[in-house]
Every structure is written in C-alpha cells, then in structure tokens.
C-alpha cells in the first residue's frame, strides 16, 4: 500500500465573488462587515482581482508530488485540501481512508507553525482520517536541509539590486504573518521561530544588519503580535536606514499578502518615507525548494 501526502494550504477566493463567502468560512460563519468585504475587495482588485495563490499552491503540489516520484518511485500518493477553499482538506483525508490507506504524511505548506496555524490543520485532518489511520504530523520545517539556503541565496540576489554605496545603511527585513498575541499566553512558540530562522539566515547570507517584523495582523478587536511592519519601515528610516530588502520569510508563493502587503502596501509606505525597498523574490514552485520538501517528507515517512 502506498502512503498518502496530504499537503495543505490556506486557499484563497476563486473569483471576485467568492470574496465574500470564503471569509465568511474563515470567521466562522460571520460574514465580514461591508466595510471589511469593501476593504477586502480593494486589495483584491488592487493585484488584478484575484489571488493566484490556487494556481501556485497547484504547481508546488505538482512538483512535490513530481520531486516524490523521483526519490521514491511508486511509495507515495499525493493529494491536496485546502483550510478554507474547496477541495477542503477533510474531504482529502477521507478520500485516503476510503481508499484504504493506513498511513498519511500531512505537510502544511507554512515553514513555520503554531497553535493558531499548523495544528488547526493537523487537528482537523487527523479527525477526518480517524483512528484507523496513522497520521504523520510535519510541524515547522524552516530548518529543512536546503530551505534556509534558499532563502539566503534569495535575499542576496536582492541585495544586489542595491546601489553598493549604500549597503552599508541597508538592512534585511524578515517578516511573517502576524497572529494574536493570546497564543503566546499558552507557549507557543511561533515568534521564536521567526527570530531563529532569521537568524539562521542571515548567517547563510553573511549579513549582519537585519531585523525581524511582522505583517498582515487581522483587522479583530485583539492585540496581534507586533511590531507591524509599516511602523519598522518607519523606525528604520528614522534611524539612517536608506534600504531594507524585505524578505516575507514566513510564506513560500505569491498571494495576497505578499502582493499586496509587501509590494503595494509596505513599498507605498517606503516611497512616501523615502526608503529603497527591495522584495525577495518568491520560492513558489522552484525545483530546489520541491526537492527540500519531497525529501522532508519522503524521510519523516520513514
């Protein structure tokens, strides 16, 4: 018998319609105020519509799946269900116990985990599965042999893009996806792995001025963890910084909130400040980072 791989995702809205009813599922069945939904469909329409996180999330499954087939030809079936957007991912992981599967590698395509992230997904798809099968939980793989490399080899070729008589006021900035401070009151240690894999690759990169920040807190009535990124833009200005290379270290394709967040928001804020910003260019579908997660996979099967 095989062994199933179920990689999970967010998901995003199809189309323009969908804007609505997706972030209605994320929140529970409360449907986002027309002021929200309006906010949310300018961002949308701000980056051509659209999110084309499905259509990248589709390629990186592909080439995992491709990578798989190479090192282990004919062990591993790979499937996909998403958080939030049809195919949902109990539905996939009731299709491998239906097809009578009895082991199952779940792989959230997310580096880093936490209470509020990974473990929602590995909650509910070990639910679906049920006892029958044994479900293999991959939690944060930032230090994954070969990942960090890669995110090093990006942040220098952005770098590059800097004038040199300026790298000497240039910092990196990584940043991942903010989440509510109240799961730090339980542990959780998400934002250590944000600082940890910063520095793990700044390291690789052979850089020494960076910083850490965070992006895209959710618009709810609760602190989320800090310090934003627009404000640190601002900070880092005041303090002689001329250039930040801002590497969204926490996501692994292009979507909203790196399309948006980062190269329309946060490069808004830098223009009107007067700061050089630069991104890093995303892993997306990138044969090397396939390869890292394959064999991650392939190794924690076994």
């Known amino acids: 018998m095989k062994i199933g791989v179920l990689v999970m995702a967010y998901g995003t809205p199809a189309t323009p319609e969908d ?53 282990a030809p004919g062990q591993f079936e790979v499937r996909f269900g998403s ?26 395509l997310a580096p880093h985990s936490s209470s509020m992230s990974t473990t929602q997904y590995f909650t509910r798809a070990k639910a679906a599965l049920g006892d029958g099968v044994e479900f ?14 890669l995110i090093a080899q990006r942040v220098t070729e952005a770098l590059a893009k800097v004038p040199a008589e300026r790298l000497a006021t240039t910092e990196v900035l990584f940043s991942a996806h903010s989440l509510p401070e109240k799961i730090l009151a339980n542990g959780d240690n998400y934002p250590d ?10 390291k690789l990169a052979g850089i020494e001025k960076w910083d850490i920040a965070w992006q895209s807190a959710g618009r709810t009535a609760d602190p989320w963890i800090g310090p934003d990124i627009l404000d640190v833009l601002r900070q880092k200005t005041a303090a002689g910084v001329t250039d930040i290379v801002s ?3 926490g996501f692994v394709s292009d979507h909203l909130e790196v399309l948006f967040d980062i190269d329309i928001e946060a490069q808004g804020v830098a223009k009107e400040i007067g700061l050089n910003l630069v991104r890093t260019e995303s892993l997306n579908a990138d044969t ?15």
């Not at 390629?59 to 090192?71: G, L, S």
């Not at 939030?84 to 082991?103: M, N």
């Not at 991650?296 to 099967?301: D, H, T």
């Open 19 to 71: 804007v609505e009813i997706y972030y209605t599922r994320i929140r529970h069945g409360h449907a986002p105020t027309p002021e929200l939904l309006a906010d949310l469909q300018r961002r949308y329409n701000a980056i051509g519509g659209t999110s084309p996180l499905a259509e990248r999330t589709a390629a990186q499954v592909d080439a995992i799946r491709d990578q798989i087939e190479k090192i």
């Open 288 to 302: 090397a980072f396939m390869a890292v997660l394959a064999k991650l996979v392939v190794e924690r099967a076994a």
């Open 193 to 202: 792995q944000l600082r940890d894999s910063a520095v793990k690759a700044a």
């Open 83 to 108: 958080k939030y957007q049809p195919p949902l991912l109990e539905e996939i992981a009731e299709s491998f116990k239906t097809d009578g599967y009895t082991k199952v590698v779940g792989l959230v």
């Open 136 to 149: 293999i939980e991959i939690g944060e793989w930032y230090d994954a042999p070969g990942f960090l490399e």
């Open 247 to 249: 590497c969204p270290i």
